[in-house]
Structures are given as structure tokens and as C-alpha cells.
């Protein structure tokens, strides 16, 4: 058997349980978008790490170094908006081959400085295979009470986006298509995705939000980890999933992108009321005690089957 056979998901549940005895009292360990230390009083650590691979997360000739060091920082820092946290700090570590321009280097961490948040330590190796693998690390603080989990989930709660969905993942075929870069928010979309996290401050702070997690693998991937976790089940109504017009009139099929393509690194959450934030909240569902850890989706209230999974690595 290989890694491919248990998948992305059951090589990290299967890590988790063989850590479970070590986990400290009081410390959240793997299954969450980060991790929650305690800091001392009401005050925890949330730390997170996200890898970004040349050739698997990016094409060196198709994003700039700039917004590569942007993106690699702001897909931890969505980690950190997810459990309703601020930034604290960052640690780079970076493997590039020996010939990559001083030039380029510099443009990268421009990229990353841009989320103005202290970079404070990190790696740097040479890379013998001439790829590039990027590691960042993000910490972030929050208030025991503001802290939002996974877990929390409660049937009858209304479900939350808080962007229009697959932007990235159309911007990602106008990259590759190169016929379409006419999709110039797509592509920004892609390259520069902003991490959430003004709205994930205020909705940490907000007690009607019961569960959250960013979307990095698509709302029918990421959505399921907050069922799995809180033990419901949701209905996702695909007539409310929103949509830019530019993703709309784009050649690919829209609805597919905005719930499978993932890395739109906007907010998914759970509130037990109606909310009004001021910033954009689409509501697109609502967590059932039926089909747990499942979605059921629906076109003007009729049951649709779709086959939706969402991005995995294995
Ligand atoms: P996210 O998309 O929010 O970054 P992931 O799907 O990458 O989350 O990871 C889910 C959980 O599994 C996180 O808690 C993460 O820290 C943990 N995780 C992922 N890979 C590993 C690994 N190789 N070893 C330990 N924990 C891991
Ligand atoms: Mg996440």
C-alpha cells in the first residue's frame, strides 16, 4: 500500500491518533487550520504552516516573484483569519537552486513584507533538483473566547462565504490558457489571494459564529471538515453560491470551480442566526442533523446529485 491508497486525509488522521498521548492538556494538535497553545491567561498562540512547491502550488514562469512571496504568506495567514486570530509573526523557509537571481529573491520577500507582519526566523537550503519549495510558518493571538473551531457547528445554523467562490480557480485556467489573460481579476484572484483577516477578527469576536475554516481546497472540501468535525450534516443551496460576473462569462464551468477548485482563501462559517457584518456575508446553506459529514445539494429547494469533492493531493 502507498500513501495515495490511505489519501491526504487519512495519512494526517492517522498521524494525528499516533500523537494523540503527547498532546498537551490545554493544546489543540492536528485536525484544525492551526494549532491553539495556551500563552498565559485568557491569551493563546495559534500556529500554522503551509508549504507551497514549484511545479505543484505554482509555475515559476507565470507568477511574479512579488506576488509568489505574497501568496505564500497570505495562504498561512487565511489559517490564521480562520480561527478568528491576528497575526503575530512569520518564519520563512525557502530550498532555491544556486543560480536563482539575487533580484528575484528580493522581490519575493517584497511580497511577503506587503502583509506587514514581522517575519522573525526561518530556513534557507539549496536545491539540488533546481525546484523551489517555500515553508511558511504563521503565528497568530486570540482570546480564549473568541477562538472558532471546526467543531461548533449546531444543526439549524446558517452557512456562510464570505467571498464569491472560484475566482482563483478560473484565474488559474487563464493561466494556463493563455488565450484567456483577458480574466485579469481571475488572475489576480490566483496569484494574490488576500487572507481574510479583518473578517476573521470580527467574526472571532462575534458569539453567533459557531464554526469556521478558510477555503483552500474548495467549499466542497473544506465545508465537510466542519461537518466531520461538529458531527452534522449541511444543504448547500446552489442557486445562493456566489459568483463574479467575470467567472460567469469565463469558458469554464462556474459552479464547478466555485464549489471544487479551491484556494479562494476567503472565510467559511457557521452562525446561529442571521448575521450582518460590514463586510460581504453570503449565506449558501445550512447545517442539517441528516447526512452527517455530508452535503446535501440543492437547486430552489430540490435535491440535486452531484459527485463534488474539492482539491486533494492524493
Ligand atoms: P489547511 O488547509 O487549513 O492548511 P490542511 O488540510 O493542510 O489544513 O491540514 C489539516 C490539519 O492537518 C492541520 O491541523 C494541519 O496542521 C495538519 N497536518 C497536515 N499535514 C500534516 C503532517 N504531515 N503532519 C502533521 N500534521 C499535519
Ligand atoms: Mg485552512
Redesign the pocket.
Known amino acids: 500500500m502507498n500513501v495515495k491508497d490511505i489519501g491526504?486525509?487519512g495519512?494526517?488522521d492517522a498521524?494525528?491518533k499516533f500523537f494523540e498521548d503527547l498532546v498537551p492538556e490545554g493544546c489543540l494538535g492536528?485536525?484544525?487550520?492551526?494549532?491553539v497553545i495556551p500563552a498565559g491567561g485568557d491569551k493563546f498562540m495559534v500556529i500554522?504552516?503551509?508549504m507551497l512547491v514549484e511545479d505543484v502550488h505554482f509555475l515559476r514562469d507565470k507568477i511574479s516573484a512579488q506576488d509568489l512571496g505574497y501568496k505564500s504568506a497570505a495562504v498561512n495567514l487565511s489559517?490564521v483569519a480562520?480561527m478568528g486570530a491576528v497575526p503575530h509573526s512569520l518564519f520563512l523557509s525557502v530550498s532555491f537552486p544556486a543560480n536563482l537571481s539575487k533580484e528575484w529573491y528580493a522581490e519575493f520577500v517584497r511580497g511577503i513584507k506587503e502583509h506587514q507582519v514581522p517575519l522573525l526566523g526561518g530556513d534557507t537550503t539549496n536545491s539540488k533538483t533546481g525546484k523551489i519549495t517555500i515553508n511558511i510558518v504563521a503565528v497568530g493571538c486570540v482570546d480564549k473566547n473568541n477562538i472558532k473551531l471546526r467543531k461548533g457547528a449546531r444543526v439549524g445554523d446558517c452557512i456562510y462565504v464570505t467571498s464569491a467562490l472560484g475566482d482563483s480557480a478560473g484565474g488559474l485556467q487563464a493561466i494556463l490558457n493563455s488565450k484567456e489573460k483577458h480574466l485579469s481579476n481571475l488572475v489576480a484572484q490566483h496569484s494574490r489571494p488576500r487572507p481574510h483577516l479583518a473578517e476573521g477578527a470580527k467574526l472571532g469576536k462575534s458569539s453567533l459564529v459557531s464554526a469556521m475554516?478558510?477555503i483552500?481546497?474548495g467549499l466542497a472540501s473544506d465545508l465537510r471538515h466542519i461537518l466531520k468535525a461538529s458531527n452534522v450534516g449541511a444543504v448547500i443551496e446552489l442557486s445562493s453560491i456566489p459568483i463574479s460576473e467575470e467567472l460567469k462569462i469565463s469558458p469554464w464551468d462556474a459552479e464547478k470551480l466555485a464549489l471544487t477548485g479551491g484556494e479562494d482563501y476567503c472565510l467559511l462559517f457557521t452562525a446561529s442566526e442571521q448575521v450582518d457584518f460590514d463586510f460581504p456575508c453570503y449565506k449558501v446553506g445550512y447545517i442539517t442533523e441528516r447526512n452527517i459529514g455530508n452535503i446535501e445539494w440543492q437547486t430552489n429547494g430540490q435535491v440535486v446529485e452531484l459527485d463534488y469533492i474539492g482539491y486533494r493531493h492524493f
Open positions: 491526504e486525509f495519512l494526517i498521524t494525528s492536528i485536525g484544525d487550520d492551526c494549532a500554522t504552516t503551509d489559517d480562520a475554516i478558510d483552500s481546497d
